[in-house]
């Protein structure tokens, strides 16, 4: 966990804004290898082990596996429209293409990835909240279509700031749909300037994970 993104994670829970009291245990760098985040609000506690810090009690990681067609920043910075370096939310098996991203200058948080991200030093797992500040992200691809996920990740973005999801996931109050495929939509959110084009290549033969 890079220690200058704990300042954009927010405690999971419902209510006011809070920013998290961050202690640290083992640094290497400035990567945050075992600490503790906490909040002043609700006195939730998340623990970094490892580098990653734990939003939610996960049965156990590598659960899916990752799917290699995914492992493509080229195809990721062209859905978000990564035209400068930002930083970037990559959940899932997007992750696998953390590092070809960061490779673009992008800071990049792996959100819940089946194994260890190449090339990311920030990594968080929770599953139903994306922990992250209000419009400090530019830009969020995800695997999974959780309701209580897609909105906080849609409060998120910058202005303007896309959202990668499943096609069957509902897009969020705020964000307007600009192009879908039988796999993924991308949205952006209201409130930005001139967005330039999206490409989504048709015609793959993905079968669907969800039933
Ligand atoms: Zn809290």
Redo the contacts with the bound molecule.
Sequence with gaps: MFIELIDMLR???P?ED?W?VATFHEMRERDVVQGLLS??????RYPITGGVAYFDELSSAGDNEADATMDDGTRIAAYLNLVEPGVVVLGGTWAGAAASVSGMGSTVIALNSPREPDGCSSHVRSSDVLPMARETVDGIALDSGAPGLLESAAHALKAGARLVAPAAASVPTGLLKLAHDGRWWVAARRGGGASGPVQIARGQRHKSSDG
């Design positions: 405690c999971t829970r209510h809070s998290l909040c002043p609000v609700c006195t939730a």
